[in-house]
C-alpha cells in the first residue's frame, strides 16, 4: 500500500508508529497519522499551525482525551455511548493513585530456547509493527482517491493529512476541532492552493 507515498509521507507514517508507541497505544490511529503529519512542513501543516493546530497542542491533547495506555477511539466511543466519559475516569484515577496511575509497565522480552535449543529473539515491542484502526485505513484510503483525484503518481503528505479530514469524522478530526479549527474550512482551503499551484 505504501509504494506509491513519497519518501516524506512514509516518514508521517512511521513517526505515527512511533508516537503510538510514545503513548502505549497498542494500535496507529488517526490521532497518530495526524501527529506524524503535523512534524513535517508543508502548506496543510501551515494552514492548521494559523489556526492553532500544532503538533505539541494535539499531543496533549491527545494524552487529554484518550491518555497513555490500551483504550482506543472505538472503546471511548463504546464507553461514551453508556453515559461512561473515559476522560473523566481518566482524570479521576490520575487524581486518586497519582499521575502514572494508567501507565502500562513496560514489556520485557527475552530470549527462549527454541525446541532444537537455539536461542531466539522473542518480538520487541520498539519494532512490532502496530495494526492500523480501521478509520486509520480509511484515511489512508482516502488519501490515496485525492492522489489519483489530482492525477499524481505519488501521495505526498498534503494528500495524506486530506484523507485524514473526514468529514464523517475520526479522532484526528476531533482534535482539529478541539483545539479550535474546522476541518472542512482547513480541507477547502488546502484543496484550493493545491489547485492553484497545478
Known amino acids: 500500500m505504501f509504494e506509491r507515498f513519497t519518501a516524506d509521507a512514509r516518514q508521517a507514517v512511521a513517526r505515527a508508529q512511533h508516537e503510538a508507541l510514545a503513548f502505549a497505544h497498542p494500535w496507529i490511529g488517526t490521532e497518530h497519522l495526524l501527529l506524524g503529519v503535523l512534524a513535517a512542513d508543508t502548506p496543510g501543516v501551515a494552514l492548521l499551525?494559523?489556526?492553532?493546530?500544532?503538533?505539541s497542542a494535539a499531543r496533549l491533547?491527545?494524552?487529554?482525551?484518550?491518555?497513555?495506555?490500551?483504550?482506543?477511539?472505538?472503546?471511548?466511543?463504546?464507553?461514551?455511548?453508556?453515559?461512561?466519559?473515559?476522560?473523566?475516569?481518566?482524570?479521576?484515577?490520575k487524581a486518586s493513585f497519582g499521575?502514572?496511575?494508567?501507565?502500562?509497565?513496560?514489556?520485557?522480552?527475552?530470549?527462549?530456547?527454541?525446541?532444537?535449543?537455539?536461542?531466539?529473539?522473542?518480538?520487541d515491542a520498539t519494532t512490532e509493527k502496530l495494526p492500523f484502526m480501521p478509520r486509520a485505513k480509511r484515511a489512508l484510503e482516502r488519501a490515496s482517491m485525492e492522489a489519483e483525484r489530482s492525477r499524481h503518481d505519488q501521495l505526498d503528505l498534503d494528500q495524506l493529512l486530506l484523507g485524514l479530514l473526514d468529514p464523517k469524522g475520526n479522532?484526528?478530526?476531533e482534535l482539529i476541532q478541539h483545539l479550535g479549527a474546522?476541518?472542512?474550512?482547513?480541507?477547502?482551503?488546502?484543496?484550493?492552493?493545491?489547485?492553484?499551484?497545478?
Do not use: W
Not at 62 to 91: N, P, T
Open 49 to 55: 499551525a494559523e489556526a492553532g493546530v500544532t503538533r
Open 182 to 198: 474546522n476541518p472542512e474550512v482547513v480541507c477547502a482551503q488546502l484543496r484550493a492552493r493545491r489547485d492553484d499551484a497545478a
Open 99 to 123: 499521575p502514572s496511575a494508567l501507565d502500562r509497565a513496560p514489556v520485557r522480552r527475552c530470549r527462549r530456547r527454541s525446541l532444537f535449543g537455539h536461542y531466539r529473539q522473542q518480538r
Open 171 to 173: 479522532m484526528a478530526v
Open 61 to 93: 491533547a491527545l494524552d487529554q482525551f484518550v491518555g497513555r495506555g490500551g483504550f482506543c477511539e472505538r472503546d471511548a466511543a463504546a464507553l461514551h455511548s453508556v453515559g461512561i466519559d473515559l476522560a473523566q475516569v481518566r482524570h479521576a484515577a
